[in-house]
């Protein structure tokens, strides 16, 4: 929460999205516990050119600073992760055993985490993928051909789910997009309360405020609202943070429909 600037705030959310993704594809292991207090900004970048020899640099892990050509190398990052005390290994030497209970931090805490199982479908419009700036599309070739199929926005109907929900709930556990939901809720939360300095103060919206910090419920009924082809809701952000609108607005769409359920209205 002490990070000085909007920029630097997507640099380091984009930052930690690489990691979950490395950890969960390269490390079979789920963080469980993203939080403002876990995800840490350091000034001087960090690099990770000469990481251990027992643990090499993978090659596919490439931060924000390289993308948007702040750096040559593809390993410098002001961000990192911590506390993996909540973590998961998935790997096949722990065989089907699943942690008992949830795991996060309140605000941020995915909500079919905090259910203990999917968030229920409604009908929504989920915004197609931008095209990706050529550093991405290089860096990332076999990611942008993967969503490839996604470039063009989706109506999403409840009807077209036909989805067993008791046998969802009792399959249901704690996935990747989860913790990716986890920093939305981190935007969102820090988009809200921070007051730029040499800047006439703005409250935040009583009705808002009181959706973010309340249970999974209300915290969807902050995201189908956030998610309306229409202007954020009132004293939502502070105005000087308006150009962020867009991005908050896509993001929400996207997280109005749970990933179980949308994987089912595809092949």
């Given at each position: 929460?002490?990070?000085?600037?909007?920029?630097?705030?997507?640099?380091?959310?984009?930052?930690?999205?690489?990691?979950?993704?490395?950890?969960?594809?390269?490390?079979?292991?789920?963080?469980r516990d993203i939080s403002s207090g876990n995800m840490l900004y350091v000034e001087n970048s960090l690099d990770r050119s000469s990481p251990p020899k027992t643990v090499p640099l993978p090659q596919d892990l490439c931060f924000a600073k390289y993308l948007l050509g702040e750096s040559n190398d593809p390993s410098k990052t002001s961000m990192l992760l911590v506390d993996?005390?909540?973590?998961?290994?998935?790997?096949?030497?722990?065989?089907?055993?699943?942690?008992?209970?949830?795991?996060?931090?309140?605000?941020?805490?995915?909500?079919?985490?905090?259910?203990?199982?999917?968030?229920?479908?409604?009908?929504?419009?989920?915004?197609?993928?931008?095209?990706?700036?050529?550093?991405?599309?290089?860096?990332?070739?076999?990611?942008?051909?993967?969503?490839?199929?996604?470039?063009?926005?989706?109506?999403?109907?409840?009807?077209?789910?036909?989805?067993?929900?008791?046998?969802?709930?009792?399959?249901?556990?704690?996935?990747?997009?989860?913790?990716?939901?986890?920093?939305?809720?981190?935007?969102?939360?820090?988009?809200?309360?921070?007051?730029?300095?040499?800047?006439?103060?703005?409250?935040?919206?009583?009705?808002?405020?009181?959706?973010?910090?309340?249970?999974?419920?209300?915290?969807?009924?902050?995201?189908?609202?956030?998610?309306?082809?229409?202007?954020?809701?009132?004293?939502?952000?502070?105005?000087?943070?308006?150009?962020?609108?867009?991005?908050?607005?896509?993001?929400?769409?996207?997280?109005?429909?749970?990933?179980?359920?949308?994987?089912?209205?595809?092949?």
């Open positions: 929460m002490s990070i000085p600037t909007l920029s630097q705030v997507l640099e380091t959310l984009f930052d930690v999205l690489e990691v979950l993704r490395y950890l969960w594809l390269h490390r079979e292991v789920l963080h993996f005390d909540l973590a998961e290994h998935l790997g096949p030497e722990n065989g089907d055993k699943t942690r008992i209970g949830r795991t996060g931090t309140p605000i941020v805490i995915a909500r079919a985490v905090e259910r203990g199982a999917p968030v229920p479908p409604t009908l929504a419009q989920v915004p197609g993928i931008p095209q990706s700036c050529s550093l991405y599309a290089t860096a990332h070739l076999d990611r942008v051909k993967e969503f490839s199929s996604l470039i063009e926005e989706k109506i999403i109907h409840p009807s077209s789910t036909p989805i067993d929900v008791k046998k969802s709930r009792d399959e249901f556990r704690h996935k990747l997009n989860h913790d990716a939901e986890s920093v939305f809720w981190l935007l969102l939360y820090w988009a809200m309360v921070v007051q730029p300095e040499n800047c006439r103060k703005e409250k935040i919206g009583a009705e808002p405020w009181s959706q973010l910090i309340g249970d999974h419920k209300t915290r969807n009924h902050l995201i189908r609202n956030i998610a309306l082809p229409e202007p954020l809701p009132d004293n939502l952000i502070h105005s000087l943070f308006n150009p962020l609108e867009p991005l908050i607005t896509d993001l929400a769409a996207v997280l109005v429909i749970d990933s179980h359920w949308l994987a089912a209205t595809d092949p």
